[in-house]
């Protein structure tokens, strides 16, 4: 029996700020954003969206056409986490008012814990075929005004269903893991933004890929050809074209910039215009893949790269099942991302620089473009969502 994917859907902000605008204002060469880090935008969110919104309206239009029955375990992957103790999944459970037979739990490892979410995902799922998983992997990337780490922010939420015989990627068992003790990129529980190493966590980033792919090899038995294409964790798109030729390297392969182009290319579309979403990301990815790829995928491997800086990293694979095509929600993904509305520098350091209240009061928040759900503000220190379908 297989188990996978049977559908995915993400959600990202209205909003966006071009890099060549922030190029402007940083006095920086915008080639070094588009070229160098490979980054057109960045997706921004408004003061009343957050990770609870951006995960259900991710999550919305998945259980709207597959229904929630068998949903027994919702999964939620952030490092954006609201709450030091309620796992931001109940509020996404509530707001999707899913059955209340159902494990809710919140999983946290920087950018890796979307992939721990999916692969314990399979695991529940194969000890109970008859059950549904729903895993969710939303973010916000945040760094410090004018640093390194700023033209590479973004935010988005992935959701996908995870069942038995899935109709879109059965995910392979063979996997390539590894962890280390580094710091690379964290944040301490009394900071907004990441505190990061951007260049160590690069080097890690690689070195951690180049491990998971040898063991993840000598497991599977497979190789370098027999990956179809490549999905990799971006932060930012430059980085999955040097890791590729690292990959390839390491297999005693060369490729050209036209074979990384076919192999990998196709999958940093979205996130070049989104920006880092941290554990959602390489999903985004997988998505950009999936919906773009003129050639059809059925029954060709993908491969797929997780990392989370700290760290811990995975190789892994999946199969594309015939009919995936039938399953995607690539307009939802296009009407979005060419639907949102352009912020000028002073707009952006504006919401960047509201701070959230924390003085237990009564605040509404005023009304941006969102998703379908929206925070509408915070009484008692509690966050109010309501739907705005
Ligand atoms: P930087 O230090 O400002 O950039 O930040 P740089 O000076 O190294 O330049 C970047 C590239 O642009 C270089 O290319 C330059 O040559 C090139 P490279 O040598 O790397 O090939 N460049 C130009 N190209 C064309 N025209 C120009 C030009 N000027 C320069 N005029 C850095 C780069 C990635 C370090 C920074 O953005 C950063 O700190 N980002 C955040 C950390 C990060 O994304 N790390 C990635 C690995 S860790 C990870 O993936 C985990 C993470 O997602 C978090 C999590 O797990 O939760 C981050």
Redesign the pocket.
């Given at each position: 029996m297989n188990v996978g994917i049977d559908a995915i859907h993400f959600y990202s902000s209205n909003y966006f700020m071009d890099l060549r605008t922030l190029a402007g204002v940083r006095n920086?060469?915008?080639?070094?954003?588009?070229?160098?880090?490979g980054q057109e935008k960045m997706a921004i969110p408004p003061p009343d969206e957050d990770i609870i919104t951006m995960a259900a309206s991710a999550a919305h239009p998945l259980i709207e056409r597959d229904g929630k029955d068998n949903i027994e375990l919702l999964l939620f992957a952030t490092?954006s986490g609201i709450d030091q103790s309620k796992a931001g999944g109940i509020f996404v459970h509530g707001l999707l008012d899913l059955p209340a037979r159902c494990r809710v739990v919140e999983l946290k490892e920087?950018?890796?814990s979307g992939t721990a979410a999916l692969q314990l995902a399979c695991s529940a799922v194969a000890r109970n075929p008859k059950t549904r998983a729903l895993v969710i992997a939303a973010?916000v990337?945040r760094?410090e005004l004018a640093?390194?780490?700023?033209?590479?922010q973004g935010c988005g939420a992935v959701a996908m269903l995870v069942t038995a015989n899935p109709r879109i990627l059965a995910i392979d068992p063979e996997v390539g893991l590894f962890t280390s003790d580094v710091m690379?990129?964290w944040r301490p529980n009394y900071r907004d933004q990441?505190v990061?190493?951007?260049?160590y966590?690069?080097r890690?980033?690689l070195q951690a890929l180049q491990d998971c792919w040898k063991q993840y090899c000598e497991e599977s038995g497979r190789g370098f050809s027999d990956i179809h294409r490549f999905c990799y964790?971006?932060?930012?798109t430059?980085?999955a074209e040097?890791a590729h030729e690292r990959l390839a390297r390491a297999s005693g392969v060369t490729v050209t910039p036209e074979q990384i182009a076919q192999q990998v290319g196709i999958s940093l579309d979205y996130n070049k215009i989104m920006g880092?979403s941290?554990?959602a990301?390489l999903y985004v990815g997988l998505c950009c893949l999936l919906d773009n790829e003129m050639e059809d995928l059925s029954a060709k491997r993908i491969g797929l790269f997780s990392?989370?800086?700290?760290?811990v990293a995975e190789y892994f694979s999946g199969v594309v099942q015939s009919g995936y095509r039938d399953r995607l929600l690539t307009d939802s993904h296009h009407v979005l991302l060419e639907n949102r509305t352009e912020l000028t520098y002073r707009q952006y350091e504006d919401i960047y620089n509201l701070a959230f209240p924390t003085d237990g009061g009564g605040h509404t928040f005023s009304r941006y473009r969102t998703g379908g759900y929206r925070l509408a503000g915070v009484k008692d220190h509690k966050r109010l969502y309501e739907a705005v379908l």
């Amino acid at each position: 029996m297989n188990v996978g994917i049977d559908a995915i859907h993400f959600y990202s902000s209205n909003y966006f700020m071009d890099l060549r605008t922030l190029a402007g204002v940083r006095n920086v060469d915008p080639d070094k954003y588009t070229v160098g880090i490979g980054q057109e935008k960045m997706a921004i969110p408004p003061p009343d969206e957050d990770i609870i919104t951006m995960a259900a309206s991710a999550a919305h239009p998945l259980i709207e056409r597959d229904g929630k029955d068998n949903i027994e375990l919702l999964l939620f992957a952030t490092e954006s986490g609201i709450d030091q103790s309620k796992a931001g999944g109940i509020f996404v459970h509530g707001l999707l008012d899913l059955p209340a037979r159902c494990r809710v739990v919140e999983l946290k490892e920087a950018c890796y814990s979307g992939t721990a979410a999916l692969q314990l995902a399979c695991s529940a799922v194969a000890r109970n075929p008859k059950t549904r998983a729903l895993v969710i992997a939303a973010d916000v990337a945040r760094y410090e005004l004018a640093s390194p780490g700023e033209p590479t922010q973004g935010c988005g939420a992935v959701a996908m269903l995870v069942t038995a015989n899935p109709r879109i990627l059965a995910i392979d068992p063979e996997v390539g893991l590894f962890t280390s003790d580094v710091m690379d990129f964290w944040r301490p529980n009394y900071r907004d933004q990441a505190v990061v190493d951007g260049k160590y966590s690069t080097r890690v980033y690689l070195q951690a890929l180049q491990d998971c792919w040898k063991q993840y090899c000598e497991e599977s038995g497979r190789g370098f050809s027999d990956i179809h294409r490549f999905c990799y964790h971006l932060p930012f798109t430059r980085i999955a074209e040097k890791a590729h030729e690292r990959l390839a390297r390491a297999s005693g392969v060369t490729v050209t910039p036209e074979q990384i182009a076919q192999q990998v290319g196709i999958s940093l579309d979205y996130n070049k215009i989104m920006g880092n979403s941290y554990a959602a990301s390489l999903y985004v990815g997988l998505c950009c893949l999936l919906d773009n790829e003129m050639e059809d995928l059925s029954a060709k491997r993908i491969g797929l790269f997780s990392y989370g800086s700290g760290c811990v990293a995975e190789y892994f694979s999946g199969v594309v099942q015939s009919g995936y095509r039938d399953r995607l929600l690539t307009d939802s993904h296009h009407v979005l991302l060419e639907n949102r509305t352009e912020l000028t520098y002073r707009q952006y350091e504006d919401i960047y620089n509201l701070a959230f209240p924390t003085d237990g009061g009564g605040h509404t928040f005023s009304r941006y473009r969102t998703g379908g759900y929206r925070l509408a503000g915070v009484k008692d220190h509690k966050r109010l969502y309501e739907a705005v379908l």
